[in-house]
């Protein structure tokens, strides 16, 4: 049984960081790029942030260059993001699953494996 769980999240002030975790298991996700989403309250999911399978190559959506880090450790099966100088806005639920493409966040959705956790809730306060 294919299993993502995401970790990490909590209530942090504006400015603040956390570190996401993704750990998989009942499969190996290391030939598969990996993805970051998100989903506000009364907003659709969207990417936040893509990694190739190698790991050298990776993209993230605009409103988190630069604040954002996204990395995966293959021997671990897992994939992390790191969030500094967090905003109210990136306030939602994050979530992490295998893509079969990296190379555009807007319509990385489309692409993404059918395989969903319950993700971890990053709430900013301002």
């Known amino acids: 049984q294919v299993q993502l769980v995401e970790s990490g999240g909590g209530l942090v002030q504006a400015g603040g960081s956390l570190r996401l975790s993704c750990a998989a298991s009942?499969?190996?996700?290391?030939?598969?790029?990996m993805a970051w989403f998100r989903q506000a309250p009364g907003k659709e999911r969207e990417g936040v942030s893509c990694?190739?399978?190698?790991?050298?190559?990776?993209n993230y959506a605009d409103s988190v260059k630069g604040r954002f880090t996204i990395s995966r450790d293959g021997a671990e099966n897992t994939v992390y993001l790191q969030m500094n100088s967090l905003k109210p806005e990136d306030t939602a639920l994050y979530y992490c699953?295998?893509?079969?493409?990296?190379?555009?966040?807007?319509?990385?959705?489309?692409?993404?494996?059918?395989?969903w956790g319950k993700g971890t809730l990053v709430t900013v306060s301002s």
């Open positions: 009942g499969r190996t996700f290391n030939t598969y790029a």
């Open positions: 699953t295998a893509v079969y493409s990296c190379s555009s966040i807007a319509t990385m959705l489309d692409y993404a494996m059918d395989y």
């Open positions: 990694i190739s399978s190698s790991g050298r190559s990776t």
